[in-house]
């Protein structure tokens, strides 16, 4: 076992881990045995207090060093991270159970996050306006201050490094809460960043739960803005709260995502791309394609075909590259999405497939994928966030009707278009409410454009020079000339 497992992780404050000490501890379980792994001692509100006092002491020397070498920092982070790839990827893996296939690439992306927002940074250009020759008026960025940023279990390193990336970058200074189910690789990932270079202070780690170290943390008076990224429920408590300060928030929350299987589809990449949009990361991102919409003259025939493929999915070890799909990251969790096949069958819904621990599998949390069919989008596993392996089905018949269904949801993170027709494809482009459409591909990132919800799916945008809005204050001077 990595030997972070012998370990109980603490906090990481002004560049170093506490010492373990008393506290109260909370068990951190190996999602592949059930057993637990370690325990993690939880930051209390004076612990969270001394890592806002670390970052607030960090962030005038580092605002003031300026982007260029903000940049150098961040680059060596980049090739730090990366040589340590293989091991963050079955850190990553082992912890939170998602297949080491999938995660290792993802690793790369998440060094390179430090590296493309340090570009970012350093092209970062201001406005000059001349009126009537008589002023000149100019816009300058600067850095705002101390972050508190809040990450979800399902994808550590991949969304810590993003928020991270893009906050200090800017030259702010930040505490980050991992979440208490999944805290080792973000952990080690901050050690491994100090190692490269980055000054103590600057990002400060505080573990523990969200209702005890997180509100701490959003509440606390000396925080200059709030990067959330988890469920809708706990934006909504987050943002009430921030909102007695006017703490400034960004927040990347849930999704109930569609995806729109045209006629004219090609069906097979269709088929590739709705099950990697489902099933990839154990069925747990919020940018997954829930929700299944299929035009009714090649339904059955899609639907068989993709339960075949359901079924052939290849469970395992995390850590075992041909594994397509691991356990569930926690006990909790893995019962949540159990849940909804109670709650699908009270609705009228179909199970095809899934939902029991596959053969041989009796330890750990391990899950078949789910294929449902809902007779309609107003059934709860349309509507609510499951956030597991569970596909839904639904048919439609003409492309108003898909939009239609595509729209009636509380969220609009992304959607899915598969289709041969430009036509098709610019129709849902403008027409869905979601923050980002791909059209005949899965889940492609592209750094420098916004992304981010319309709709509970959140507030802001990430993404290059959209980061810059929320991670900075603009300023306005005017001179008489
Ligand atoms: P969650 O909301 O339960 O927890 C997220 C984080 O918030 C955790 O660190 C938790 O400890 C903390 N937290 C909980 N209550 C808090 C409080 N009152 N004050 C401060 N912090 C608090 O979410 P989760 O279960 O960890 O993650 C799953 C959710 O995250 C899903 O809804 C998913 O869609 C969403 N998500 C969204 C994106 C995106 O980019 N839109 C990405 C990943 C996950």
């Not at 004076?46 to 961040?74: C, Q, Y």
């Not at 490094?161 to 930040?174: D, E, V």
């Not at 490269?196 to 997180?214: E, F, I, Q, W």
């Amino acid at each position: 076992m990595p030997p972070i497992f012998a370990t109980e992780p603490t906090s990481f404050i002004d560049g170093a881990f506490l010492p373990a000490g008393d506290g109260f501890e909370l068990p951190v379980f190996d999602p592949t045995s059930g057993q637990q792994a370690s325990a993690l001692r939880e930051a209390d509100a004076a612990e969270v207090d001394a890592a806002v006092k670390a970052a607030r002491a960090a962030f005038g020397p580092w605002s003031a060093l300026g982007s260029e070498a903000r940049s150098n920092v961040l680059q060596a982070i980049d090739a730090k991270l990366r040589a340590h790839g293989d091991e963050l990827a079955e850190l990553e893996a082992r912890t939170s159970g998602l297949p080491i296939s999938g995660v290792r690439p993802l690793i790369d992306r998440a060094a390179e996050n430090f590296k493309r927002f340090a570009e970012v940074a350093s092209m970062m250009a201001g406005e000059t306006f001349q009126q009537n020759e008589k002023y000149l008026t100019y816009t300058t960025r600067e850095a705002k201050g101390v972050a508190a940023l809040i990450a979800p279990w399902n994808a550590p390193l991949a969304l810590g490094s993003m928020r991270l990336a893009t906050c200090i970058a800017f030259g702010n200074t930040c505490v980050l809460k991992p979440s208490e189910y999944t805290p080792q690789s973000t952990l080690r990932m901050v050690e491994l960043m100090h190692e490269a270079g980055l000054p103590k202070g600057v990002v400060n780690v505080v573990n523990g739960r969200g209702s005890v170290t997180g509100e701490a943390l959003t509440t606390h008076p000396d925080i200059d803005m709030i990067g959330f990224t988890g469920g809708t429920t706990t934006g909504r408590r987050i943002m009430a709260a921030a909102g007695e300060r006017l703490t400034p928030v960004t927040m990347e929350l849930g999704g109930k995502s569609a995806a729109i299987v045209a006629p004219d589809a090609d069906l097979e990449r269709a088929l590739d791309g709705t099950l990697l949009a489902i099933y990839a990361s154990n069925g747990q991102q919020c940018l997954g394609g829930s929700r299944i919409l299929v035009h009714e003259s090649i339904a059955e025939e899609f639907i068989a075909a993709f339960v075949a493929r359901a079924k052939a999915i290849r469970i395992g070890d995390p850590c075992d590259p041909a594994t397509e799909m691991g356990p569930l990251a926690f006990e909790a969790h893995r019962a949540h999405v159990q849940h909804y096949l109670e709650v699908a069958r009270e609705d009228g819904a179909e199970i095809l497939h899934g939902g029991t621990a596959p053969e041989g599998r009796t330890q750990g949390w391990f899950m078949e994928p789910i294929v449902a069919r809902a007779p309609s989008n107003a059934a709860r596993i349309c509507q609510e966030e499951i956030f597991g392996p569970f596909a839904t089905f639904l048919t439609y018949s003409d492309l108003d009707e898909a939009i239609a269904m595509a729209n009636a949801s509380d969220f609009g993170l992304v959607s899915y278009v598969w289709t041969r027709d430009l036509a098709t494809a610019m129709a849902c482009s403008a027409r869905i409410r979601a923050g980002t459409i791909w059209v005949n591909t899965p889940m492609m990132r592209e750094l420098r454009a916004p992304f981010g919800g319309y709709k509970e799916s959140g507030i802001g945008r990430d993404g290059a020079r959209h980061c810059a809005d929320f991670f900075t204050e603009a300023k306005t001077t005017s001179i008489p000339l």
